[in-house]
């Protein structure tokens, strides 16, 4: 994958989760104040298939329609002006791995501090532990508010 190595790119792993919102909104408000770009990175994988002994099973998933609901999900998270300016990307694999190959030369990888996945009270997640820990480039993780906290941006109540 060639990059313009001039190119400022700030990298944000989004999976659905309230926390991967907030890191999506920080993203683009910090690559507005460098003059960087946003690029929003989505990784998927079938969970459990690892150690899988039985017949090949034919897992297919529908990448167009896939990518048409990560762009509404961007929409809906950062709205019609804002999203025409992020870069999005669905990429099969791992998340940690992807968001460690596509962070490679960024300005900054951001990320959410706990996905959809795993226990509540978790301070962090597996992949933002595991990105922080193996990142070439700056992370930030972003803990999302509590739901419907007046002064998130993108909540009501945000000046």
């Keep these: 994958m060639d990059r313009d190595a001039s190119e400022r790119r700030v990298v944000v ?4 989760s309230p ?3 907030a890191a999506l909104r920080w993203a683009l408000r910090y690559a507005g104040l460098v003059g960087g770009v946003v690029e929003a990175v989505a ?3 079938l ?4 150690g899988w002994s039985a017949p090949a099973v034919d897992f297919e998933i529908d990448a167009e329609d896939a990518r048409d ?9 950062l709205g019609a002006d804002a999203v025409s300016t992020v870069r999005s990307r ?3 694999g791992n998340a940690s791995d992807v968001l460690l190959r596509a962070a490679e030369g960024a300005e900054a990888l951001v990320v959410g501090s706990r996905g959809r996945g795993g226990f509540a009270r978790a301070l962090l997640g597996s992949v933002s532990q595991q990105v922080s820990q193996h990142a070439t480039c700056p992370v930030v ?5 509590q739901p419907g906290q ?3 941006p993108g909540q009501p109540g945000h000046p």
């Design 90 to 92: 669905l990429v099969h």
């Design 19 to 21: 926390s991967s919102y």
């Design 13 to 16: 792993g989004v999976d659905g």
């Design 141 to 145: 993780i972003v803990r999302a508010g």
């Design 69 to 77: 609901r990560m762009r509404q999900e961007l929409t809906d998270v």
């Design 43 to 45: 990784a998927w994988e």
């Design 47 to 50: 969970p459990g298939l690892y």
């Design 150 to 152: 007046p002064g998130e």
